[in-house]
Structure formats: structure tokens, C-alpha cells
């Protein structure tokens, strides 16, 4: 008989090593049962077995032996001189099992099988691709570099499927050169012509977060708890940390001693600057600490605006800010308000004045009249002179000016 060779069809399953033997079988039956009921009109009498070792197949058509002139379904059924012709032992209600010669079908339809049954395996290395790998979105992968291009780097995994990294996902500092091995996070899966195209990123706040996962058992472990990461790409990263058990420091157990742990991170990131703090739902705290390595004097916070002034001393200022913005800039994502940075002494000199009508609550309005008759419509022009100037210039008496002061600074002393 003539079977058709299906060789190079097989080896696009072995190459799939995803796709196990009856799916194999199934697409291939599939394939051939429609190009037998275009012929036929039916399937139905027909075996279709496959060799995936040879890399053949063979169809049997099966009908059963019934009398001469009783023939009522050609399919089905074949008459007892026609059977005897095949093998003389046959005899009526007996089941004949014949070869179909794949030459009948025709050059054609042969062709156009092994095309379609090619497109199915195609199809199905596609599914299976794009199932694996968005069950696999978050995790980090290793891969070699098999191409560098200017706007993206191809790259093979393990089994030659290939990944595709941006240079949009790629940190400023990154160089690839062929056959290098190199790991980053899946990002997503695309579609792009009705291909997968699986993205990779190394600028993503999860490919830290893994990569912190790898290096900190504890993490893994789920005993402590990454609660938010901001990065600027090769610059400097944020990570807000949170223990579950007393007894461990998160912040001492991501560093490592003497950095060890997060020294390879930082290797990997190409020297970025990983600022890792406690986490804490005291939002004040918790700004204090986004604005490390800065050492903050006192914030003023509206929780209304979600707006933050910062009061720092002056060497403490540009630590704040950082290079080009980059520290207060993850310090307003990390903590969700924005921030403004100031001088300690810019504010004393200018901003934290309060004018007496404030304190109306406080000093009778007579009073403050007096003050402000003489000058003093603020409260630090008051307490920038001494008890006995304010005596000497106003009508009130010593006690009524010692009690305003008193108040007035009560009030600066809350304020910082």
C-alpha cells in the first residue's frame, strides 16, 4: 500500500514536547477522516492508525459481507463475490477489512492534507506556547541572548521558544552580547499576527520583587511581606517591607549581613540603589522614611490635599531630592502624597508666621487690637521682642502680655 509519509509532520510534535501522543493522534485522524468523508461522503467505516515512530499511517475501511443483491449501503456493506475476490476463505456475515490505497485520493488532496495537518500542529504549538507562558507571567525567567537589535533583544529558552525584550523593558545600563545568559520577569503575551510574542522586562518593580523572593527566604517563606516597590531603572529602587513575626527585622533580613543579599541584587539591577524600609500605616512615619537617606526636622501634612511640606536642614535638602528628582519622586509614589522639600530656615524666616486674628479664640480681639495698634499683627513680630519692649509700646499689662506670649509659643512648640 501506499501511505503517506508524514515524517517531517512528526517531528514538528517531537519538537513540541508540550503536546502528548493522543492529541497528537487525535489531530491527525482529524485531519484524515475529513479528506475520506470529501471522498466517501462518511467516515463512519473507516480506522485511521497512525505510526508516529515511522512516521506513517494507514486507513482501513470496514464493511460487512452480506449476499449478493443485498447490498443496501455501499459503505457499510460489500457483496460475498466481491469479498471472495480479496480472500476466498470470507463468508457471509463476516466483517472485511481492507486497505485504502492513498494514491486514490489523488496528488492533490494528499497535498493539501499533510498542509493542513502541518497548519494543526502549527496551531497547536501556538495554544500550547501561549497557555504555558501566561500561566507563567510574574515569574523570572533565564534565557541566552540570541539577537540584539535596536529596539528589542531576541531570546531563547530552554526549549528554543522565542522571548522578545523591549528596549523600553531593558535597564539604561544593560549590554547584551549574543550567547550571553541573561533572566528577566515575563511580563505579558501578545498576539502579533496570530503568533505569541512573549514580553520580558527587567525595569518592572516584579522583576525586583522576585528577584528579593530568590535572595530572602523569609520572603519565600511568606514571613515577610513586600508590601510596594518603586523604581527609577538603574538609578534607585524603594521597597516598603512588612514582617509577620516579631522576631525578625524585614529591613536586616533583605540587606543581609554586610549587605550580602542585596549586594547581587544591586549587581543586577547595574548598581541601582535599593533604599529598603519598614512598612507602617503611620503615614507620617512612613514619609520620614520614603525620604531616606535624608533625615527629615518635621513635616507638615494635609491629608485633605495629600500634600506633604518637608522641613529639612540645609545639607539634608538636595539627599531629599536626589539626583535629578529621582528620591523624592519614588518617595511620592511610594507613599502616595506629594511632597515638597524645604529649608529648616527658609521656613522659620518666612512661612511659619501666624497672624494674631488666629488666636482669637484664645486672646480676647482687644487685646490683639493693642498688639496690632503698635505694629504686631503676627505672632513671631510678638515674640521677636522682649516682655519689657512689648510693655514699654503697649498699654497692656505684664501679665496680659506674659500669658500672650505663653500662648503664642505653646502654639509654635505644636506646630514642630
Not at 134 to 141: A, K, S, T
Not at 337 to 342: A, H, L, S, T
Not at 391 to 396: A, G, K, M
Amino acid at each position: 500500500m501506499a501511505s503517506i509519509n508524514l515524517i517531517d509532520a512528526f517531528q514538528d510534535f517531537k519538537d513540541a514536547e508540550n503536546l502528548d501522543r493522543p492529541t497528537m493522534m487525535k489531530v491527525v485522524e482529524d485531519v484524515f477522516k475529513t479528506l475520506l468523508r470529501k471522498k466517501f461522503g462518511s467516515d463512519e467505516n473507516f480506522d485511521v492508525i497512525v505510526n508516529a515512530e515511522k512516521g506513517d499511517l494507514e486507513i482501513i475501511r470496514r464493511r460487512m459481507i452480506v449476499e449478493d443483491g443485498e447490498v443496501m449501503d455501499e459503505l457499510a456493506e460489500v457483496a460475498y463475490s466481491q469479498a471472495i475476490k480479496i480472500e476466498p476463505d470470507f463468508e457471509i456475515g463476516e466483517e472485511l477489512y481492507e486497505e485504502v490505497d492513498m494514491l486514490d485520493f489523488g496528488r492533490r488532496a494528499i497535498l493539501a492534507a499533510k498542509q493542513t495537518l502541518a497548519s494543526r500542529i502549527s496551531d497547536l504549538k501556538k495554544n500550547v506556547l501561549l497557555k504555558k507562558y501566561n500561566e507563567r507571567i510574574g515569574e523570572i525567567i533565564s534565557a541566552e541572548v540570541y539577537q540584539v537589535w535596536k529596539k528589542e533583544v531576541l531570546l531563547l529558552d530552554d526549549e528554543n521558544n522565542e522571548l522578545i525584550l523591549p528596549k523600553t523593558e531593558q535597564i539604561p545600563q544593560d549590554y547584551f552580547k549574543k550567547g550571553e545568559s541573561t533572566r528577566a520577569v515575563i511580563l505579558r503575551v501578545d498576539i502579533k499576527n496570530n503568533n505569541p510574542v512573549i514580553i520580558l522586562s527587567r525595569t518592572n518593580p516584579l522583576f525586583l520583587a522576585k528577584l528579593l523572593e530568590i535572595e530572602v527566604p523569609e520572603i519565600f517563606d511568606g514571613l515577610i511581606s513586600i508590601k510596594k516597590i518603586v523604581r527609577e531603572p538603574g538609578e534607585r529602587a524603594k521597597v516598603a517591607v512588612e514582617s509577620y513575626d516579631d522576631r525578625i527585622d524585614p529591613v536586616g533580613a533583605c540587606v543581609g549581613m554586610k549587605g550580602s543579599r542585596i549586594h547581587g541584587i544591586v549587581r543586577e539591577l547595574k548598581n541601582e540603589n535599593i533604599d529598603v524600609i519598614n512598612f507602617t500605616t503611620n503615614s507620617q512615619l512612613l514619609i520620614q522614611r520614603s525620604l531616606t537617606p535624608a533625615k527629615i526636622s518635621y513635616l507638615k501634612i494635609d491629608e485633605d490635599k495629600m500634600q506633604v511640606d518637608a522641613y529639612l536642614k540645609a545639607d539634608q535638602v538636595s539627599l531629599a531630592i536626589g539626583r535629578r528628582g529621582v528620591n523624592i519622586k519614588l518617595a511620592c509614589e511610594l507613599t502616595g502624597y506629594e511632597i515638597d522639600v524645604f529649608r529648616e530656615d527658609e521656613e522659620q524666616g518666612n512661612e511659619f508666621d501666624i497672624d494674631l486674628d488666629e488666636f482669637s479664640d484664645e486672646i480676647e480681639p482687644w487685646v490683639i487690637d493693642e498688639f496690632k495698634r503698635v505694629g504686631c499683627d503676627t505672632a513671631r513680630s510678638v515674640l521677636n521682642l522682649t516682655l519689657a519692649e512689648l510693655e514699654r509700646r503697649t498699654d497692656l499689662e505684664k501679665e496680659t502680655i506674659a500669658d500672650v506670649v505663653k500662648i503664642l509659643k505653646e502654639e509654635f512648640e505644636r506646630e514642630e
